[in-house]
């Protein structure tokens, strides 16, 4: 059942991606009053499990689900019918229409697929936000290795500032020590300010290796 719902879940969302993009090439030739003559979510080889016409245009559904396609009058696409080619062009056809209205019936299908990846990204953003650990969330500070030490830090320091700058991301603030001068640190109920070691820095190049340390968090 389980395996079922999948297949179909994943049937429908080729489906919508595959009528989205051919609606990219579809209403510039519509706009451009180029003549439209199907419009079809998989391919009708030999057949098709449904179709309607309505104006000018075939609506229908394929059998053979491998993409679907939009055909243009006087262009030549998956369906590969020539015959229009050998007679004289038609005003209505894609071959009369200036260059730049091709081309943007052409590459229609391409923008829709970049606006539609930039929507969902930008919605998956707005949802779920910036993933990080707080470094005010350090209550118990950090484990360092000896490359930790040898940069001049200690188990258990709480990072604040980097360079005179606030660290609200402690994943940011792994990159700033690495390429900053000096850190600010609470160690002991004190703050004070750790010089960054120019041997500690060569060490972490050399050994091509973050500082690598463990986070305690106990809330």
């Not at 050998?86 to 209205?101: C, D, L, M, N, V």
């Amino acid at each position: 059942m389980t395996l079922t719902l999948q297949i179909v879940q994943f049937v429908l969302i080729i489906s919508i991606l595959v009528i989205l993009h051919e609606m990219g090439h579809f209403f510039p030739a519509k706009y451009f009053k180029t003549k439209v003559e199907k419009f079809y979510l998989f391919f009708d080889v030999k057949f098709s499990l449904f179709k309607k016409k309505i104006g000018d245009t075939e609506y229908g559904i394929g059998w053979l689900p491998l993409g679907g396609y939009v055909k243009i009058a006087g262009m030549i696409d998956e369906s590969m019918d020539t015959e229009q080619m050998k007679q004289e062009p038609q005003p209505w056809e894609f071959r009369s229409k200036p260059a730049w209205q091709r081309l943007i019936i052409m590459t229609g299908g391409v923008i829709v697929n970049f606006l539609l990846a930039w929507v969902i990204y930008t919605m998956l953003l707005f949802s779920n936000g910036d993933t990080y650990i707080p470094s005010d969330s350090l209550k118990y500070g950090i484990v360092v290795d000896s490359i930790g030490e040898q940069l001049g830090l200690k188990t258990g320091d709480q990072i604040l500032m980097v360079d005179d700058k606030k660290t609200r991301k402690f994943n940011e603030a792994v990159l700033d020590i690495i390429l900053g001068d000096e850190v600010t640190v609470k160690r002991d109920g004190r703050e004070i300010t750790v010089p960054l070691s120019d041997e500690g820095k060569e060490t972490v190049f050399a050994t091509q290796e973050r500082i690598s340390w463990d986070i305690g968090l106990r809330l």
